[in-house]
């Protein structure tokens, strides 16, 4: 039989017993609070919190200097299976509206306070927007960051906003215009806005999932605008499209 004291490790255990307890509670939790918890001094915890926050593990808000659980734990453990799963589902979908409507695909999740691209289809067109896979965007200033944060639980919107750079510039009266934008944003359930990065670029954005899944990720066209209007496909005519391919991928992965 195995001994399982020799197999210890001390650290280990109490940055372990941390995470666990975090997981447990309905609100971020102070240093005093947390050893009360785990019936152990503040002192004895705080080299484990500073560590597991610098590793991304948890977040301590600058103004209460309570501690929650970041979204680092749910990505390492659904992070491969999940994006390849996603990727798998929509990939040809995406491919076949880029050809459609002569404009690129990406698809976009939320990763802690950035949305993340997962996958790219190109233009047909000589002149389109190329976007990487793997590129973190702004979770408040981009359409498909805002369509994210739209559909999701209010602590984790709470969550992303809470380390969003341009966010926290933003006074009260400005923050109460963003709710109404993302409230807005779920009743017509899509996105539409200028790119927050470059000009000439209009971005269409549109949820995938329901609400057994919830919202798992967003497709997204980034229009270029360009000289060649009678050439140029109306927005109305591509949201069209993304919603088609959205259905097409929610079939593919089960949702539907």
């Known amino acids: 039989m195995i001994k399982t004291d020799k197999y210890k490790a001390p650290a280990l255990e109490k940055g372990l ?36 926050e610098s590793r991304g593990y948890i977040h301590r808000d600058q103004v209460s200097t309570k501690y929650a659980l970041t979204l680092k734990l749910y990505y390492l453990s659904h992070h491969d299976s999940f994006i390849d799963k996603l990727r798998s589902a929509a990939l040809q979908a995406m491919k076949e509206t880029s050809t459609l409507i002569k404009q690129p695909c990406h698809l976009g999740v939320l990763y802690n306070d950035k949305v993340m691209v997962v996958a790219y289809s190109k ?55 963003f709710e109404k934008e993302l409230k807005r944003i779920t009743v017509m359930g899509y996105a539409e806005m200028p790119s927050h990065y470059a000009q000439g670029i209009i971005d269409i954005t549109v949820p995938i999932g329901n609400s057994t899944s919830g919202i798992i990720a967003c497709l997204t066209v980034a229009k270029l605008l360009t000289l060649q209007h009678e050439d140029e496909i109306s927005n109305a005519k591509i949201l069209e499209a993304l919603l088609r391919c959205k259905t097409e991928i929610e079939s593919n992965l089960g949702l539907s």
């Open 17 to 52: 017993d941390i995470l666990e307890f975090l997981a447990a509670q309905s609100t971020a939790q102070s240093q005093a609070e947390i050893a009360q918890g785990l019936d152990k001094s503040p002192n004895e915890i705080y080299r484990m919190l500073a560590a597991l």
């Open 123 to 177: 233009s047909p067109s000589p002149i389109a927007v190329i976007i990487e896979e793997g590129n973190l965007y702004s979770v408040s200033q981009t359409a498909s960051g805002k369509l994210l944060l739209s559909f999701s639980e209010s602590t984790t919107k709470e969550q992303a906003l809470k380390t969003d750079s341009y966010y926290q510039t933003l006074s009260k009266k400005q923050r109460e215009v």
